[in-house]
């Protein structure tokens, strides 16, 4: 993805969900995107899949190249051919994303003769195919099931079953386990890697959880109010966290052994229809000096396959006036 900005137009102005974003994503390789609720997360995904709401918004500029293609000027029927295929979504919930009135059986096959043209018998192989590489034990038998005879888990590796059904290059979990309990997801996140390693498939992890951002992503962008404020090596990132923000994030994940008060960052993102010049964090960062509020602060190699945006890492920084008495005060 190449400064890629997808905006929401309504009466009310222009909401900057994706705003410049970044990222490249090689075969077989997991990389984490992590950020509050309402940075754009969703909206950096569904982009990729040329899913976003229409007609109120847009991929205003940017580019997605896909195999060494770019999908921003493709049709949605062309889409639609490129979507499983070589890109796929799991969806969120797995209360909701099956249907009631459908067998599991018959939701697959679906998916899967979307893609590919079977006769019956084959088809039924197929299908039983998928849920086994999904690890459903007794495959056979629980092709007939409707979805309230199976447990969240269970249901939650059918929608992963019909997501890689066509074997898809990219395959975009979004905050994946967040109905389901903890052993659950781990087991999920162990499936889909077993199935990463079998295939190369290359994985993008949406959600909020540092513990299974360690687990399992190779690397990590943090995003903040639209933009990625910070992308790095899943280790060098825990090691280094270089962004404020990260560093706050970081800080606020539980761990067991502590007792003292969980760290939690004061105040809200700014508005992303509202969104100021000049560092997107200053309101809430303790380091905000003047230049950070007037200026977007430049990309900062800190290491191969390490960058992030603040003025703080500029050589300049120490030189750099404090921040002024009025603006404080509108902090205040
Ligand atoms: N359907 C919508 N209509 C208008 N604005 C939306 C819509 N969906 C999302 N947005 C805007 O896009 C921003 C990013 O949303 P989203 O990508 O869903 O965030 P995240 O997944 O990080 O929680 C939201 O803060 C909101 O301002
Ligand atoms: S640019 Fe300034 S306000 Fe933004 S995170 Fe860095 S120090 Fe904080
Ligand atoms: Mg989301």
């Given at each position: 993805m190449?400064?890629?900005?997808?905006?929401?137009f309504n009466r009310w102005g222009v909401t900057k969900a994706v705003d410049g974003v970044s990222f490249s994503l090689r075969e077989g390789e997991t990389l984490g995107i992590v950020g509050e609720s309402g940075c754009g997360k969703t909206m950096t995904a569904l982009s990729l899949l040329r899913l976003i709401p229409k007609p109120a918004a847009r991929i205003v500029s940017g580019e997605i190249i896909l195999d060494g293609e770019d999908i921003v000027p493709k049709s949605d029927n062309e889409m639609r051919e490129m979507r499983g295929r070589k890109i796929s979504m799991i969806l969120q919930d797995p209360q909701t994303s099956l249907n009631p009135v459908f067998t599991i059986g018959n939701?697959?096959?679906?998916?899967?003769?979307?893609?590919?043209?079977?006769?019956?018998?084959?088809?039924v192989s197929r299908t039983i195919d998928a849920l086994r590489n999904v690890r459903v034990a007794a495959p056979e038998s629980r092709l007939d099931d409707f979805p309230h005879q199976m447990s969240g888990g269970m249901k939650q590796r059918v929608l992963g079953a019909i997501a890689i059904s066509s074997s898809p290059k990219v395959i975009i979990a979004d905050e994946p386990t967040t109905a389901l309990d903890v052993t659950i997801q781990l087991q999920y996140l162990q499936l889909l890697k077993d199935i990463q390693a079998e295939t190369g498939l290359a994985i993008i992890f949406i959600t909020h959880d540092f513990g299974i951002v360690a687990r399992m992503c190779d690397r990590v962008a943090v995003m903040y109010a639209g933009r990625i404020v910070e992308d790095a090596d899943v280790r060098e990132l825990f090691n280094q966290p270089s962004h404020p923000y990260t560093q706050a994030l970081m800080a606020s994940v539980p761990q067991m052994d502590r007792t003292d008060r969980l760290f939690a960052i004061d105040g809200q993102p700014p508005a992303l229809y509202a969104l100021p010049n000049g560092c997107r964090f200053a309101e809430r960062c303790s380091h905000a000096k003047d230049i950070c509020r007037r200026e977007y602060p430049p990309r900062i190699e800190?290491?191969?396959?390490h960058i992030t945006h603040c003025w703080m890492l500029t050589?300049?920084?120490?030189?750099?006036?404090?921040?002024?008495?009025?603006?404080?005060?509108?902090?205040?």
């Amino acid at each position: 993805m190449r400064d890629l900005h997808t905006y929401f137009f309504n009466r009310w102005g222009v909401t900057k969900a994706v705003d410049g974003v970044s990222f490249s994503l090689r075969e077989g390789e997991t990389l984490g995107i992590v950020g509050e609720s309402g940075c754009g997360k969703t909206m950096t995904a569904l982009s990729l899949l040329r899913l976003i709401p229409k007609p109120a918004a847009r991929i205003v500029s940017g580019e997605i190249i896909l195999d060494g293609e770019d999908i921003v000027p493709k049709s949605d029927n062309e889409m639609r051919e490129m979507r499983g295929r070589k890109i796929s979504m799991i969806l969120q919930d797995p209360q909701t994303s099956l249907n009631p009135v459908f067998t599991i059986g018959n939701q697959l096959k679906e998916a899967l003769a979307t893609h590919q043209r079977t006769d019956r018998k084959d088809m039924v192989s197929r299908t039983i195919d998928a849920l086994r590489n999904v690890r459903v034990a007794a495959p056979e038998s629980r092709l007939d099931d409707f979805p309230h005879q199976m447990s969240g888990g269970m249901k939650q590796r059918v929608l992963g079953a019909i997501a890689i059904s066509s074997s898809p290059k990219v395959i975009i979990a979004d905050e994946p386990t967040t109905a389901l309990d903890v052993t659950i997801q781990l087991q999920y996140l162990q499936l889909l890697k077993d199935i990463q390693a079998e295939t190369g498939l290359a994985i993008i992890f949406i959600t909020h959880d540092f513990g299974i951002v360690a687990r399992m992503c190779d690397r990590v962008a943090v995003m903040y109010a639209g933009r990625i404020v910070e992308d790095a090596d899943v280790r060098e990132l825990f090691n280094q966290p270089s962004h404020p923000y990260t560093q706050a994030l970081m800080a606020s994940v539980p761990q067991m052994d502590r007792t003292d008060r969980l760290f939690a960052i004061d105040g809200q993102p700014p508005a992303l229809y509202a969104l100021p010049n000049g560092c997107r964090f200053a309101e809430r960062c303790s380091h905000a000096k003047d230049i950070c509020r007037r200026e977007y602060p430049p990309r900062i190699e800190i290491d191969q396959d390490h960058i992030t945006h603040c003025w703080m890492l500029t050589p300049d920084w120490d030189n750099q006036p404090e921040e002024s008495a009025s603006q404080q005060q509108a902090v205040e």
